[in-house]
């Protein structure tokens, strides 16, 4: 079974920095791109950043660009989001998510059940 | 970034009853859109994949259509446990982007 279990997340002041981590198991890690997506409360869905397989292949939107930073080691089947620079508007739940292949060309398969992120001062 | 326009916000709709429900793109993404689903409290499951394909262990009364701008998830005879929020997706290109989502209600 696919698990995703995700961390890292917690009640920070504007401009902080925070790593949120997402341990992965039931399947083989290194052969699936992975993606980060958040859900503001009471808000619809918002693809955040993705990653190849392989990470060479990485993908933000535009309202974290430049502040947040995905990466994967798929010795430690492990999938991270470096979030700087913090504001209000980042407060989400945020899940990490298996992709249906190799490619960040894929939609989004299994997620995880999500990491808290409370941007307050 | 493409736009996914998803209708309605919301429905109130019988247990047995049809339900459509649709989402438009904002340029045409061929046939890369997928369909979840999420309850209350839960993370969202993959229904469908490449606009009409169901993902494994997804009851067969959840389908999809389109192709192009113009996408349809149907379910075709509503159950109580698919009360709940779904939302398309386009993978066509980067930045991914969700619809607005659609809210099933129990009439």
């Not at chain 1, 955040?48 to 933000?60: K, L, Q």
């Not at chain 1, 430690?76 to 990490?96: F, G």
């Not at chain 1, 060309?105 to 990491?115: C, H, P, R, S």
């Not at chain 2, 326009?5 to 793109?25: E, F, H, K, N, Y």
Request: contains cysteine.
């Amino acid at each position: 079974e696919v698990q995703l279990l995700e961390s890292g997340g917690g009640l920070v002041q504007p401009g902080v920095s925070l790593r949120l981590s997402c341990a992965a198991s039931g399947f083989t890690f290194s052969s699936y791109a992975m993606s980060w997506v958040r859900q503001a409360p009471g808000k619809g869905l918002e693809w955040v950043s993705g990653i190849s397989a392989t990470a060479d292949s990485t993908y933000y939107a535009d309202s974290v660009k430049g502040r947040f930073t995905i990466s994967r080691d798929n010795s430690k089947n492990t999938l991270y989001l470096q979030v700087n620079s913090l504001r209000a508007e980042d407060t989400a739940v945020y899940h990490c998510v298996k992709m249906l292949g190799d490619s960040v060309y894929y939609t989004l398969d299994v997620w995880g059940q999500g990491t808290t992120v409370t941007v307050s001062s | 970034a493409i736009q996914m326009t998803q209708s309605p916000s919301s429905l109130s709709a019988s247990v047995g009853d049809r339900v459509t429900i649709t989402c438009r793109a904002s340029q045409g993404i061929r046939d890369d859109l997928g369909w979840f689903q999420q309850k209350p409290g839960k993370a969202p499951k993959l229904l469908i994949y490449s606009a009409s394909s169901l993902q494994s262990g997804v009851p067969s009364r959840f389908s999809g259509s389109g192709s192009g701008t113009d996408f349809t998830l149907t379910i075709s005879s509503l159950q109580p446990e698919d009360f709940a929020t779904y939302y398309c997706l386009q993978d066509y290109n980067h930045p991914l982007t969700f619809g607005g989502g659609t809210k099933v209600e129990i009439k």
